[in-house]
């Protein structure tokens, strides 16, 4: 038996929001760390100008693709006097999992069993995977197996443009003037970098990039990334008896000295921060490793940049011969510190889902999105669900309720500013 919807509003936008995600998911959008422009990938630039046709499609002229890779749109009050308030999501997904080739399939009804996906034996087992538990009766979508789906974040795309549609084709709900921004590279830390805060000219904004029916989000992770260069010394290995220096073994050592019953992803939950390496690559001659290192509280993510600094440091003074670089880089800061200030964006957005009948759940991020920096940058911007789960894996899954419960909350979010 099919789950309901959360709401009528939901439903009749259902339809429009599936047809949407499955057009998305199938263009590959995964950006590359290392980029040396943006948009770091073309495939983000084939799904951004789609939105941009979609956009003037649905009667907004202004609808257009900065040279950046950015799209900005504006849908028009009905009500005078409104505040602006901006819409945001991301075109792009992670690398953490394959993404060319995505062949979304739908499972209509999901009896809550296990799902057999066609290809590299993957399953989704509500046995290892609880939020299953939850979905029995929803619409899901999945990839075929071998490939991440892309719910992060089109499941929010496409809530946001099924919500834009609705609103435009009923001008007689009340809405502020609602300015959309779609992001390239948000996966890899750029998704504000160059966002234009006063051509956007919003008075604040939400990001659709949550997860569960109901998260409303706004504090998240501080973040910073280490990147430690090793330089050794090469010779022939037949001939490097007290010559060699190999800086892969110095690295490597660096990487197993790190805690591992503490401070790792595998280990931390709640409010513990983090320190996971994310790239380990070089020759004897050099070697490079990547960490992000993560947590919620900005003095306990200063120890643990030390603490990763001493480790460096004392396995580099046991290779006499090896040269070392430490460089720590600045991602965002938790956005908690910003939209203190400015609560009544925050209660806006707990008016709209408590509107569509859902109790909001509060929890910080173990993430950060684009509304991390966007805050920071003077843009108070928190985040609500869009209704995928088990996001960068070839597990991710979206359910087609809470995609739609997604869009209908952002309808009537624009109801909730047209009060204020």
Not at 63 to 82: F, I, K, R, S, W
Not at 164 to 169: D, I, N, P, S
Not at 351 to 362: F, K, M, S, V
Not at 394 to 420: G, H, K, N
Request: with cysteine.
């Amino acid at each position: 038996m099919t789950a309901s919807f959360t709401s009528p509003l939901a439903e009749a936008m259902s339809e429009d929001l599936l047809a949407r995600f499955l057009r998305y998911v199938r263009i590959d959008t995964q950006s590359r760390p290392d980029r040396e422009r943006s948009p770091s990938t073309p495939g983000q630039l084939d799904l951004s100008r789609l939105l941009v046709e979609e956009l003037h499609e649905l009667g907004i002229a202004d609808a257009e693709l900065d040279e950046h890779g950015y799209v900005y749109a504006t849908l028009p009050a009905t009500v005078a006097d409104a505040p602006t308030i901006g819409l945001i999501a991301h075109v792009d997904t992670s690398a953490d999992a394959p993404g060319t080739g995505v062949a979304p399939l739908v499972h209509r009804a999901y009896d809550g069993g296990v799902i057999g996906l066609p290809r590299e034996g993957t399953r989704l087992d509500p046995a290892v995977m609880p939020r299953l538990a939850d979905m029995v009766g929803h619409d899901l979508v999945t990839s075929s197996g071998d490939t991440l789906l892309g719910a992060d974040d089109k499941a929010g795309v496409a809530a946001i443009m099924a919500a834009v549609r609705h609103l435009a084709t009923h001008p007689e709900l009340p809405r502020p003037t609602l300015r959309i921004a779609f992001t390239p590279d948000e996966e890899i830390g750029h998704g504000a970098t160059l966002f234009d805060i006063p051509r956007f000219g919003a008075r604040c904004a939400y990001t659709v990039d949550g997860s569960r029916r109901g998260e409303l989000q706004d504090e998240s992770f501080s973040a910073i990334e280490v990147r430690v260069h090793v330089k050794g010394v090469g010779i022939h290995p037949g001939y490097a008896t007290g010559k060699m220096v190999s800086a892969l073994r110095v690295a490597a050592q660096m990487v197993a000295e790190l805690p591992s019953d503490r401070l790792t992803p595998e280990t931390a939950s709640g409010r513990e921060g983090f320190i996971h390496p994310t790239l380990f690559s070089g020759t004897a001659e050099r070697a490079e490793v990547r960490w992000i290192v993560r947590d919620f509280d900005e003095g306990l993510l200063q120890s643990h940049v030390e603490l990763l600094r001493e480790v460096t440091d004392r396995v580099a003074g046991r290779h006499p011969g090896a040269e070392v670089e430490f460089e720590a880089i600045r991602q965002y800061r938790n956005m908690r510190a910003y939209l203190e200030d400015d609560p009544d964006v925050v209660t806006a957005a707990e008016e709209a889902i408590r509107a569509e009948g859902i109790e909001p759940l509060r929890a910080p991020i173990r993430g950060g999105t684009d509304g991390s920096r966007l805050s920071e940058m003077g843009l108070p911007t928190p985040n609500i669900f869009d209704g995928g789960y088990e996001y960068h894996s070839v597990r991710e899954f979206a359910s087609l309720q809470d995609m739609a419960a997604s869009a209908a909350v952002i309808v009537r979010l624009a109801e909730a500013w047209t009060r204020r």
